[in-house]
């Protein structure tokens, strides 16, 4: 299916300025990202998503966030002043908010190493019973 409108659809007047996607947001905005959408929402941004449909049993989706340039820009501003209360754990320029951010990495950092050393030694192990049985009369 072709992106292109058909020739009897008028030009628009201007082209809307694309949604931002959260790592642009994050940068603009002294939150953490797994709280763009909660901060959005205490600010009056708006925010499209797409994904984040069910897989039944495995989980769901990963979500995906668009926010509306204007309305970030907008809040930035008022974030910035202070007049938005946001709890310090979201935030990364609180200490909450920066050991908050470092425990979750450290922690997904050691389940990531440790799942790899599990099925290294699972693989180990299984090499060396098939050696065995190979070389057992």
Known sequence: MPNT?????PEPAHEEEPWLSS???AKLWPVRKDWLPGVAHRTDV????SGGASRGTWGAEPTFYYF?????RRAASVIADGHV???SDW??????????????????????TLFIAAVLC???IGLATVIFLLTVE
């Open 91 to 112: 935030r990364t320029d609180t200490p909450d908010g920066r050991r908050a951010e470092f425990w979750g990495a450290l922690s997904a950092r050691v389940a990531g």
């Open 68 to 72: 509306h340039p204007g309305d970030v």
């Open 23 to 25: 790592d642009e947001v």
């Open 5 to 9: 409108p058909d020739p009897g659809t």
């Open 122 to 124: 699972a693989l180990i």
């Open 85 to 87: 209360d946001i709890p």
């Open 46 to 49: 708006r925010v499209r998503s």
